[in-house]
Antibody
Framework: EVQLVESGGGLIQPGGSLRLSCAAS????????MNWVRQAPGQGLEWVSV???????FYADSVKGRFTISRDNSKNTLYLQMNSLTAEDTAIYYC???????WGQGTTVTVSS | AIQMTQSPSSLSASVGDRVTITCRAS??????LHWYQQRPGKAPQLLIY???SLQSGVPSRFSGSGSGPDFTLTISNLQPEDFATYYC?????????FGQGTKVE
């Protein structure tokens, strides 16, 4: 079964760092481009980042320079390293495959003192 | 960044209705436009990709059309499970951008 499972969310103080993980099963993250999408409480969807099969990465302006997307092919896992977190980063973070045809269940990040 | 303007932001409908949601792109995006459904408390689900292609497993009452700047998602014969929020997404240019969503209630 094709599945994505996120983990790593939690409560973090402003200025802190967090790394999200997205474990894939039923397909290889190395053979697909992979995305992170987030949704702030009560708000719409915001694309965050993508990593292509060749390793090229792109980011939303709101996270550029603070977030880093990566993957570990041996673990078939996608990551999002988040630094210098602010309250505006509070959201449910989803990973999604390709044209977002497969989504994880999401992991919640709350940035608050 | 390309702006995706969805309309309406919400609509009231009944089971059996035909519902149309529009997404307007602020510039050319070819057919790099996708539609998603999100039910409360759930992850989004892909309905339509490349403007008009029905994702596998999605009921045929969902259809997409348009080639820019206006794109349309149509739900014919609305079913109880279709009451949800719908989003469009352009992946023609970075940063990729979603519409603000349309809540069908």
């Amino acid at each position: 079964e094709v599945q994505l499972v996120e983990s790593g969310g939690g409560l973090i103080q402003p200025g802190g760092s967090l790394r999200l993980s997205c474990a894939a099963s039923g397909f290889s993250v190395s053979n697909n481009f992979m995305n992170w999408v987030r949704q702030a409480p009560g708000q719409g969807l915001e694309w965050v980042s993508v990593i292509y099969t060749g390793g090229r990465t792109f980011y939303a302006d709101s996270v550029k320079g603070r977030f880093t997307i990566s993957r570990d092919n041996s673990k078939n896992t996608l990551y999002l390293q988040m630094n210098s977190l602010t309250a505006e980063d509070t959201a449910i973070y989803y990973c999604a495959r390709d044209t977002m045809d497969v989504w994880g269940q999401g992991t919640t990040v709350t940035v608050s003192s | 960044a390309i702006q995706m303007t969805q309309s309406p932001s919400s609509l009231s409908a009944s089971v059996g209705d035909r519902v149309t949601i529009t997404c307007r792109a602020s510039q050319v995006i070819r057919n790099d436009l996708h539609w998603y459904q999100q039910r409360p408390g759930k992850a989004p689900q892909l309905l339509i990709y490349r403007a008009s292609s029905l994702q596998s497993g999605v009921p045929s009452r969902f259809s997409g059309s348009g080639s820019g700047p206006d794109f349309t998602l149509t739900i014919s014969n609305l079913q109880p499970e279709d009451f949800a929020t719908y989003y469009c997404l352009q992946d023609y240019n970075f940063p990729w951008t979603f519409g603000q969503g349309t809540k069908v209630e």
